[in-house]
């Protein structure tokens, strides 16, 4: 089956640093990704969308120039936290649509957890 | 705005018993619904996912039921088993070009031995 994987599964680091997180689709093409945020025993929330060569598309309240999206190939799309501050420490998953056009199905990483100290 | 909610938030059962996990949601303007299950600092695996014309569907000891109209949606899990001790989220989408999914804050079960 379809195989979504994150990079790093866990990362630390200093208050002002910034951090890559990577998400590939190991064995299919993804046009889109998904970004999502989840905070301890809260649920996901949705970043942002990744379209393969244009911008990512926020959600309200996401700031773009923090959390900044690439997704230069069909396989992997990237998010980079920028000068991260402790409140940015969270669990990040990632998830890309398979399937046929229209079918609607998501694979989802196994998320990368970040803390900054 | 869609809003999903899933209570109670935690549950603990005997191993063996039947139980049903239960999510709502407010906008009945769904593509489809999935459940998932998450191991605690794990990512998400889907368990199932019902398109909106359906009205069920069943993997295993598992069978999930979904009824649109009323913003809906039942888990069902069969003589559970330890193993199934996990958190399952339930979350819809809008599908199509708005695939992205709005997700319940997810039901902890334990599932004592």
């Known amino acids: 089956g379809a195989v979504v994987s994150q990079h790093p599964s866990w990362v630390i680091c200093k208050s002002g640093t910034s951090v890559k997180i990577e998400c590939r689709s190991l064995?299919?093409?993804?046009?889109?990704m998904f970004w999502y945020r989840q905070f301890p025993k809260q649920s996901l929330m949705l970043m942002a969308t990744?379209?393969?060569?244009?911008?990512?598309?926020?959600e309200q309240g996401v700031e773009k120039d923090k959390f900044l999206i690439n997704h230069a190939s069909l396989t992997l799309s990237t998010l980079t936290v920028t000068s991260a501050h402790p409140e940015d420490s969270s669990f990040y998953i990632c998830?890309?649509?398979?399937?046929?056009?229209?079918?609607?199905?998501?694979?989802f990483g196994a998320g990368s957890r970040l803390t900054v100290l | 705005k869609q809003e999903v909610t899933q209570i109670p938030a935690a549950l603990s059962v005997p191993e063996g018993e039947n139980l049903v996990l239960n999510c709502s949601f407010t906008?009945?303007?769904?593509?489809?619904l999935q459940w998932f299950r998450q191991d605690p600092g794990k990512g998400l695996t889907s368990l199932l996912l019902?398109?909106?014309?359906?009205r069920e569907q069943t993997s295993g000891r598992l069978n999930a039921s979904l009824d649109k109209s009323s913003g809906r949606s039942t888990l069902y899990i069969a003589a559970s088993q330890p193993g199934d001790s996990a958190t399952y989220l339930c979350?819809?989408?809008?599908?199509?070009?708005?695939?992205?999914?709005?997700f319940g804050k997810g039901i902890t079960l334990s599932v004592r031995p």
């Open positions: 906008d009945s303007a769904i593509y489809n």
């Open positions: 979350a819809v989408s809008k599908g199509g070009a708005n695939s992205k999914l709005t």
């Open positions: 064995d299919f093409q993804a046009t889109t």
């Open positions: 019902i398109q909106s014309s359906q």
């Open positions: 998830s890309a649509l398979t399937g046929a056009s229209g079918a609607n199905v998501l694979t």
């Open positions: 990744s379209n393969e060569g244009s911008k990512a598309t926020y």
